[in-house]
T-cell receptor, first 109, second 115 residues
Framework: KQEVTQIPAALSVPEGENLVLNCSFT??????LQWFRQDPGKGLTSLLLIQSSQREQTSGRLNASLDKSSGRSTLYIAASQPGDSATYLCAGGGGKLIFGQGTTLQVKP | NAGVTQTPKFQVLKTGQSMTLQCAQDMNHNSMYWYRQDPGMGLRLIYYSASEGTTDKGEVPNGYNVSRLNKREFSLRLESAAPSQTSVYVCASSEGVDRGPDTQYFGPGTRLTVL
């Protein structure tokens, strides 16, 4: 059974810092790995999707990597801004996504 | 495009009452999903519908039923609500590409409290 874990549960950084969010999964036979953002009281927004045959995806200041052999994915945020403050969730699988618990990020001005 | 819409946004029930949560998508997606989101536990899949006319259980289906009314609409019913069902219920849809890239799009959620 696939399990997805995100550590830490919360993170606070000063504006401008580069940061890495971690996601680990137990089953290396993973179809896709997705990263989502959730703002308070809002729905999830998909940030990046990495297919099982890929190693990374980039969108603007965000870069997500996937290492199936070690069961890890990371989301790299460059030059963080207060607007990046949100909860970030990773999820693995195909149609039936298995979610991690999320990391709540606060970027302080 | 409205994307994925859910009604109601908030609901308070007493133990034993029943209700139906509604979800609709206007993206012509094949697959639809119902999740519950609880603090510290991420999202857990309750039921999903891979295509119109099919439904399957997810990780936590007990106490719930679903209906895929048509391609656009997927409802979640609580027959006899319990306090343990207090949660945020989130609906999602996707094109439904099996084992391939298949981004899910999420609704804003319904916050349900069972007293």
């Amino acid at each position: 059974k696939q399990e997805v874990t995100q550590i830490p549960a919360a993170l606070s950084v000063p504006e401008g810092e580069n940061l890495v969010l971690n996601c680990s999964f137990t089953d290396s036979a993973i179809y896709n790995l997705q990263w989502f953002r959730q703002d308070p009281g809002k729905g999830l927004t998909s940030l990046l999707l990495i297919q099982s045959s890929q190693r990374e995806q980039t969108s603007g200041r965000l870069n997500a990597s996937l290492d199936k052999s070690s069961g890890r994915s990371t989301l790299y945020i460059a030059a963080s801004q207060p607007g990046d403050s949100a909860t970030y969730l990773c999820a693995g699988g195909g149609g039936k996504l298995i979610f991690g618990q999320g990391t709540t990020l606060q970027v302080k001005p | 495009n409205a994307g994925v819409t859910q009604t109601p946004k908030f609901q308070v029930l007493k133990t034993g009452q029943s209700m139906t949560l509604q979800c609709a998508q206007d993206m012509n997606h094949n697959s639809m999903y119902w999740y519950r989101q609880d603090p510290g536990m991420g999202l857990r899949l309750i039921y999903y519908s891979a295509s119109e006319g099919t439904t399957d259980k997810g990780e936590v289906p007990n106490g719930y039923n679903v209906s895929r009314l048509n391609k656009r609409e997927f409802s979640l019913r609580l027959e006899s609500a319990a306090p343990s069902q207090t949660s945020v219920y989130v609906c999602a849809s996707s094109e439904g590409v099996d084992r391939g890239p298949d981004t899910q799009y999420f609704g804003p959620g319904t916050r349900l409290t069972v007293l």
